[in-house]
């Protein structure tokens, strides 16, 4: 809801210049096409090079289905490196654990603009409550190191500010939580008197504040962690304030989604599905396919260089007018044992050494679980290929089966493009080399003949001048056949 205040939000109503437009009289967010609001977190895989990462892959749901209140869209942007976890901005750490507690209520604080935060001298290396009485109510208060009736406090010239531009309804909601940081449980009683929908539910289950009750005041557990709350993200004991990343921009709107954009806007697949909702109505439901290439980044920020230490992950999104959902499945890294060759393999007197080149070319994978129903030419199993049986779990599965894929766009005649892999066979042992290929044109629709490729393996002990290569001539699919 991009015209929803989010944590830690103090807007004033006449706005700042430049950078924030104000708030209405019913207490919303004017002009909320020029806000933002992301998430992120910390990568465990840093070193990409040494990985191979070479795709940010995922599905995501239309997010124009019938039931959406979204009509025009927005974008939606990741951020690949180094991004600050200072949320409050102060350049201090916050984290609940630091605060005084019941068993130790002298714990030295700080006061800063953003609200209280522990004494950094006093830093606790363990990541946990003290639960030495069993309660977590002095700790688990969020970021700023405040509860409700503080906040109240605290903030009381930013309340006052506020209180003759809002509504009185308006008002009592800020006032009730100034900060909007509190935690609701998704089986909270209001939420079940009033029959909320799942999405109203989880509104508020990333809120800071309570979100550690030990209680079950409801007959169950209301917790969303046991684990106190901290602005260091990656666990390495430091704040990291750097912005420096790649950025990547994918335009998430009607006209740049369906199964013609397929090609650009880094969409490489659709999925239709007709499904019985719980309300024993027939939908049907489309998943997109998005391929990020991770070195053809939009834009480079805080002179990043390479991909040798991406720590982090930012989604963000902006442009936004209307509420909108996005559900994402199966959002991860792609690495692979194969990498493109990055030298010319162009032959002696074809192409002239120093011609610059416009080819584009990529490797990635494709499935039979992903792409069994990929437009305009589907994946299907090559022939004689029989996929396995998983015998390791309760019910039998037969294992995905994928194959690489390299495209190729702007190729020159005479020119070529490969991608290897380090091997150590002895092919002694061996008497054939089988290998399936298919061929198939680009999105463009460019024409592509039978015959105008050809497909050739080379096995050595390098990729120049000691191998033997093998050389056959495609022949190409042709569109909308199996």
């Known amino acids: 809801r991009p015209e929803e205040r989010g944590q830690y939000n103090y807007e004033v109503p006449e706005g700042a210049g430049g950078i924030s437009a104000g708030l209405t009289v019913e207490g919303a967010l004017a002009d909320p096409s020029s806000r933002w609001g992301g998430i992120q977190r910390a990568l465990t895989t840093t070193d990409f090079e040494m990985a191979n990462i070479e795709y940010l892959q995922f599905w995501l749901m239309d997010p124009f289905n019938e039931d959406s209140e979204n009509l025009t869209g927005g974008d939606f942007y990741i951020n690949l490196g180094n991004v600050s976890e200072d949320v409050l901005n102060d350049s201090q750490l916050s984290y609940e654990n630091g605060l005084p507690s019941a068993n130790n209520p002298d714990l030295p604080t700080l006061e800063g603009v953003w609200g209280v935060y522990p004494d950094p001298t006093t830093f606790?290396?363990?990541?946990?409550?003290?639960?030495?009485?069993?309660?977590y109510e002095l700790q688990d208060v969020g970021l700023d190191g405040l509860p409700d009736a503080a906040e109240q406090g605290f903030f009381s010239e930013w309340l006052s500010n506020i209180a003759d531009w809002v509504t009185p309804d308006a008002y009592a909601d800020i006032v009730s939580d100034p900060s909007a940081d509190n935690f609701r449980y998704f089986r909270d009683p209001e939420?079940?008197?009033?029959?909320?929908?799942?999405?109203?539910?989880?509104?508020r289950f990333n809120g800071y504040e309570n979100n550690s009750n030990t209680g079950s005041p409801n007959g169950y557990p209301i917790t969303s962690t046991t684990i106190p709350n901290t602005e260091d993200i990656n666990q390495d004991i430091t704040l990291s304030t750097i912005e420096s990343y790649f950025q990547y921009k994918v335009s998430l709107r009607p006209q740049d989604l369906g199964e013609y954009n397929i090609g650009s806007n880094y969409i490489t697949d659709t999925f239709e599905q007709v499904v019985t909702t719980a309300d024993d109505q027939d939908r049907t439901i489309r998943w997109y396919q998005f391929k990020i290439p991770v070195r053809e980044f939009d834009n480079r920020?805080?002179?990043?260089t390479d991909f040798r230490s991406i720590r982090f992950i930012r989604m963000f999104m902006k442009g936004w007018s209307e509420p909108v959902t996005l559900r994402?499945?199966?959002l991860e890294l792609i690495r692979g044992e194969w990498r493109r060759y990055l030298e010319s393999l162009a032959g002696p007197q074809e192409v002239e050494p120093d011609d610059p080149s416009s080819t584009s070319f990529a490797i990635s994978?494709?499935?039979?679980?992903?792409?069994g129903n990929r437009e305009p030419v589907p994946y299907v199993t090559p022939p004689g290929i029989i996929r396995e049986i998983d015998v390791g779990?309760?019910?039998?599965?037969?294992?995905?089966?994928?194959?690489?894929?390299?495209?190729v766009c702007g190729l020159k005649d005479g020119d070529a493009r490969?991608?290897?892999?380090?091997?150590?066979?002895?092919?002694?042992m061996y008497k054939r080399l089988r290998m399936y290929v298919h061929a198939e044109a680009g999105p463009d629709g460019t024409p592509l003949n039978d015959d105008d490729l050809t497909c050739f393996i080379r096995l050595g002990n390098d990729?120049?001048?000691?191998?033997?290569?093998?050389?056959?001539?495609?022949?190409?699919?042709?569109?909308?056949?199996?």
């Not at 779990?393 to 495209?407: K, V």
């Not at 990729?463 to 199996?482: C, D, H, L, R, S």
Request: no cysteine; aromatic share 12%; proline share 2%.
């Open 124 to 135: 606790n290396v363990v990541n946990a409550f003290d639960n030495t009485s069993g309660d």
């Open 191 to 203: 939420a079940q008197a009033n029959e909320e929908t799942i999405l109203q539910r989880y509104e």
């Open 463 to 482: 990729f120049e001048n000691n191998y033997y290569e093998y050389e056959i001539p495609m022949k190409v699919t042709p569109w909308n056949t199996g």
């Open 328 to 330: 994402f499945a199966r």
């Open 393 to 407: 779990t309760a019910n039998q599965r037969r294992l995905n089966e994928q194959s690489l894929e390299m495209a």
């Open 418 to 428: 490969g991608a290897y892999r380090n091997i150590n066979f002895d092919m002694r």
């Open 301 to 304: 920020v805080g002179g990043i």
């Open 365 to 371: 994978a494709v499935n039979i679980e992903e792409n």
